[in-house]
């Protein structure tokens, strides 16, 4: 008789702890597109580059919106295998793995596409690029340490 109240609570503490697994969090290891054209902004481009940096975008928009889109289908289907009665564990643990799938196999095509923009660029300009990527979003406010009054 002990088996079953296991598995129900096994069940239980499924369902308790997968939904965040759905949730769509941000991603705070990457920038997002306005991060990165603003950081392409600042680096006087010359036309040429921009013509070849346009070129990789659009050539790389439909294979990134596809992959997105896949993104979007697997985390509606785990959201989906969570809220099924009874929920099934086997489901709901290849759901979320194909999300997670899906979200690397986004992120590698963001970085190739990266990666051809990098190619375009001087050493100089790729050292300003990669340094405002990686700089914090928001400035830090000049005396936000300091108590206020």
């Known amino acids: ?6 598995t129900a609570l096994a069940f239980v503490t499924l369902g308790l702890a997968l939904p965040s697994l759905a949730q769509e969090a941000p991603d705070t290891r990457r920038p997002g597109r306005h991060h990165f054209r603003v950081c392409l902004s600042i680096l006087d481009l010359t036309e040429e580059q921009k013509v070849a940096i346009v070129g990789i975008l659009e050539a790389a928009r439909p294979a990134l919106a596809d992959a997105a889109a896949a993104v979007h289908v697997a985390r509606e289907t785990l959201r989906a295998a969570l809220e099924a009665q009874p929920p099934d564990a086997c489901a709901i643990g290849n759901d979320a793995l194909a999300v997670d799938a899906a979200v690397d196999a986004l992120q590698q095509q963001r ?3 990266r990666a051809q923009v990098v190619a375009t660029l001087t050493l100089e300009q790729q050292s300003r690029f990669e340094g405002c990527l990686d700089a914090p979003r928001r400035p ?4 936000a340490d300091e108590p206020a009054e």
Not at 140 to 143: E, H, K, T, V
């Open 1 to 6: 008789m002990r088996f079953p109240r296991l």
């Open 140 to 143: 830090i406010l000049a005396g």
């Open 111 to 113: 970085d190739a596409v």
